[in-house]
């Protein structure tokens, strides 16, 4: 045994000098100010500290720091006070360690890092909505006060998706969630793409594991293919830009698995439909540096000589780069094999920055590690309206959790003031989004606008290129209604704020009356009292019922004195067909919100959260399907435990399951089918075409009598001799209307059929 033990602990020091090894290799290659003592100490503290602890997979734990410091190092491209942090960022949470032992022995700096890592250690959320938001509050304070926080956080974030294998099933459902909420899109804000796409596919790897190696399968067989047209598609371009004397190389860009997939859900489409897999980048070393982006526009010039150019889809990202620093030149070109093909242009130095973000800058400056300073302008300048965000507190964290989200994923656009000055503004916004991204003032008393000098209302979604001049009134006051035609989260959280403060004069006024008429029906009045009221009129919080008796959206009578003297409202039920979309033969459905109760499981202490659940044709009542994505056998699933201690089945791709993984990661179950095509579930197939005689007649029969599966409601219309169906049938599971569509799609007319939720 003490052989063994031996052999096992030689085996795992070698294992950890070759991984700190090859950290120091990739180091000593960087332009980085050569600090290797630090970063040695560092390592061996941590290497003490980490002493004997093993990850799940088994292997010793100080590996996954040293895989994190690589990443840092040789992926994103930081220097030595980020190995450090990196080395260090579990130390504090995991032993007895401090931050002011860590300040002690290795300085200020890279003790705050390390604090700030720590806050937002075990990813950003914990059990509850608010605390998980809170947290995510915490890693944005910390990361305005010094971006390298978050930027080890995402390396943190990529090596344990990259060893997510050894998790149990529910445990990779909430982090894969929580990578695509939230560290994707923050990689992709930060101009991180390689890591961005990484991030995005090891997600879709474990959410969906048939769908992933489906889509690999298909990009490998068509791999010869692909490289045929590339070849054919470059060997012109590769003569004329010799010719031009350019020094260059020509890449073929795939899309990514995750990309595709997004791609097949959104547009529903087959794989075989998408023609943007393939792109092609051409990456060029300029003569003279400051001169590159003419040189971009001069191989523009000539490869669109051999090709024509899309005209609508040019786009021009070197005069205006994107707020992650991304600059290239995006032309579609006709290939002569009849395909749109689209080519990135862009220097040597763009490229960098497109692959590693900010930190790529680096390299390119003069001296040794950089601190961060202000001139990474556009980035700070996003983190100045972050910080705007947070200095507004709001009662409820998660709306300012997707308010952050929603500046995250949004594309932008280039406005113009009425001065001529350029505003960077999200894809989608409107003229009131304008209005408060230039003054709170301004915002708040905007009653129009006038873009490109014509008047337009307050709603109305700018473009690209537009002038705008925002009309004021001093009589104008914020609307309720102004929350929907916003999207950007400054303006949606200014808004909320003065909302927040009109409201609370409403509230008060609504409390008032409530007291009054406890009073005058001589009924004490109590917290629980008033909770019971709000509660008999679907409002969750007490505030927001004293907010409606103000507005005179609830006015108090009868029935409110009959629920307070114990009086029930009457049920009026069909809650539970709601859960439920699938029919039993033979069975009525029951409608009793009693008897529902008595059916749904309910969680106990005793449930092993580690192990799948499996649904049968026995247990199926016992569970909560959702008619946000309405989930039917086949599909990919999971269980959500609720608030009552039931479980709701979503499909993994849903919506509503993609916040709930993020947000309340410790209550997602692993859940399996185990079905023997026994019941019907409702599913609904749209069909597009040519209208023709007959057309409805092929369509019926093909569902009905060669596949023998009942219709239970026809949607048709013809406009136009175009043919728009939607045909709601029973099924026994996905794998049924996957035959279905493929036999809809031989019929001769219809152009598009796909399964809508």
């Known amino acids: 045994m003490d052989d063994e033990q031996k052999k096992r ?20 290659a960087s332009r980085h100010r050569q600090k290797v003592d630090i970063i040695t100490k560092a390592f061996n503290f941590a290497k003490q500290a980490h ?34 942090a990196a080395l260090l960022h579990d130390v504090v949470e995991d032993t007895d360690y401090t931050t002011e032992d860590i300040e002690n022995i290795f300085g200020t700096k890279i003790a705050q890092i390390v604090d700030g890592l720590t806050k937002i250690s075990g990813g950003i959320f914990g059990e ?22 978050i930027l080890i956080k995402i390396c943190d974030r990529l090596h344990n998706m990259r060893t997510l294998a050894s998790q149990p099933a529910s445990k990779q459902y909430k982090i894969a969630g929580e990578t695509l909420y939230i560290y994707a899109p923050l990689a992709n804000r930060l101009g991180l793409n390689k890591i961005k796409t990484e991030l995005e596919d090891l997600s879709f790897k474990y959410e969906h594991p048939d769908e992933y190696a489906a889509i690999e399968r298909k990009l490998q067989s068509t791999q010869t293919s692909r490289h045929e047209l590339f070849d054919l598609f470059t060997s012109p371009i590769e003569q004329a830009l010799d010719k031009m004397g350019v020094k260059y190389v020509i890449k073929e860009r795939v899309k990514s698995p995750f990309s595709i997939w ?19 980048r051409i990456i060029f070393t300029p003569k003279h540096r400051e001169d590159e982006i003419n040189e971009c526009f001069n191989i523009y010039v000539a490869i669109s000589q051999i090709y024509k150019a899309h005209p609508d889809r040019l786009r021009d990202w070197l005069n205006h780069p994107k707020a992650n620093g991304y600059q290239a030149l995006h032309v579609t070109l006709m290939s002569k094999q009849g395909r749109w093909i689209e080519v990135q242009i862009r220097s040597d130095k763009m490229d960098e920055i497109a692959e590693q973000g900010f930190a790529a800058h680096w390299k390119y400056k003069e001296g040794g590690e950089i601190e961060f300073t202000e001139d990474e302008g556009e980035l700070n300048e996003w983190l100045h309206t972050i910080k705007e965000i947070l200095d507004d507190p709001q009662p409820d964290a998660m709306d300012f959790l997707d308010a952050i989200k929603l500046n995250l994923f949004a594309s932008e656009i280039f406005v113009f003031t009425p001065k001529g000055e350029i505003k960077t503004m999200p894809a989608g916004c409107t003229a009131l989004d304008f209005a408060f991204s230039i003054h709170t003032f301004l915002g708040s008393h905007c009653i129009g606008a006038k873009v490109n000098h014509k008047l337009v209302p307050l709603s109305h979604k700018l473009q690209s290129g537009d002038q705008i001049e925002i009309l004021t009134s001093k009589s104008q006051h914020v609307q309720p209604s102004w929350i929907n035609f916003v999207s950007t989260a400054k303006a949606k959280a200014k808004i909320q704020a003065i909302l927040r403060r009109d409201g609370r004069e409403i509230q008060k006024r609504g409390e008032e009356e409530l007291r009054t008429f406890f009073k005058s029906n001589d009924i004490e009045y109590t917290a629980s009292a008033a909770d019971q009221l709000a509660t008999f009129h679907d409002i969750a919080k007490r505030e927001d019922f004293f907010q409606a008796i103000g507005e005179k959206r609830v006015i108090l009578g009868e029935r409110e004195i009959d629920i307070l003297s114990g009086k029930k409202k009457e049920h009026t039920g069909g809650r539970w067909r709601r859960f439920v979309p699938f029919l039993m033969n033979n069975t009525k459905v029951k409608q009793n919100e009693n008897e529902e109760k008595q059916t749904l499981l309910v969680v106990t202490d005793k449930l092993n959260r580690k192990k799948p659940i499996f649904i049968t044709d026995d247990n199926i009542t016992q569970y909560k399907f959702m008619h946000c994505c309405h989930p039917i056998p086949g599909d990919d699933v999971l269980g959500f435990i609720d608030n009552k201690k039931q479980i709701e089945i979503h499909k993994r791709a849903c919506p509503v399951a993609a916040r709930l993984k993020s947000s309340f990661g410790n209550r997602i179950l692993d859940a399996k089918w185990d079905m023997h095509k026994t019941l019907f579930f409702d599913a609904t197939v749209q069909m597009k075409g040519i209208d023709r005689i007959g057309l409805l007649n092929e369509v019926t029969n093909v569902i009905s009598r060669q596949m023998n599966v009942n219709i239970h409601t026809v949607n048709i219309t013809c406009d136009d001799d175009i043919f728009d169906g939607k045909f709601e049938i029973r099924v026994h599971d ?11 799609k031989k019929v001769s007319g219809l152009q598009e059929v796909s399964q809508i939720m």
């Open 262 to 280: 997004n791609k097949m859900q959104n547009k529903h489409v087959s794989f075989e439909e998408i023609y943007d897999i393939l792109a092609v």
């Open 734 to 744: 996905r794998e049924d209307v996957r035959v279905i569509i493929d036999n809809l």
């Open 128 to 149: 509850q909505a608010s605390a998980q938001a809170e947290n995510f509050k915490k890693l944005l304070l910390t990361m305005s006060d010094d971006i390298r926080v």
């Open 51 to 84: 002493k004997g602890v093993r990850r799940l997979s088994g292997e010793p734990y100080i590996l996954h720091p040293i895989a994190v410091a690589q990443i840092a190092c040789e992926e994103v491209g930081l220097g030595s006070t980020s190995i450090c």
């Open 9 to 28: 602990e030689e085996l795992d020091e070698k294992l950890i000098g070759d991984a700190y090894q090859r950290l120091l290799d990739t180091y000593s």
